[in-house]
Nanobody, 117 residues
Framework: QVQLVESGGGLVQAGGSLRLSCAASGSIFSNSAMAWYRQAPGKQRELVAHITTGGSTNYADSVKGRFTVSRDNAKNTVYLQMNSLKPEDTAVYYC???????????WGQGTQVTVSS
């Protein structure tokens, strides 16, 4: 069983920055794709950023150029650096791990990000 623990959320003014972290337990992290999703009130959960086992990344159009996803396999941790935050970035952010070999999917509990205007 894998557990994902997110941290780093909070309240920030528009234009500010936050860095989210997601620490994974277990031994499959380095062989798993990682992603950040977010869900705003009344909206569906959406993919924000994705990073493969090899370090390739992709982003939602709405965050390109502002957010950066990275991973540290030695620490079993994935990060989301969020710059130039906007009020529309306000949401609960969730960490996701996908272990392709067993097609297993895991979610963190979520961390609230609130951007004030």
């Amino acid at each position: 069983q894998v557990q994902l623990v997110e941290s780093g959320g909070g309240l920030v003014q528009a234009g500010g920055s936050l860095r989210l972290s997601c620490a994974a337990s277990g031994s499959i992290f380095s062989n798993s794709a990682m992603a950040w999703y977010r869900q705003a009130p009344g909206k569906q959960r959406e993919l924000v950023a994705h990073i493969t086992t090899g370090g390739s990344t992709n982003y939602a159009d709405s965050v390109k150029g502002r957010f950066t996803v990275s991973r540290d396999n030695a620490k079993n941790t994935v990060y989301l650096q969020m710059n130039s935050l906007k009020p529309e970035d306000t949401a609960v952010y969730y960490c996701n791990l996908y272990y392709q070999w067993l097609r297993e999917n895991y979610w963190g509990q979520g961390t609230q990000v609130t951007v004030s205007s």
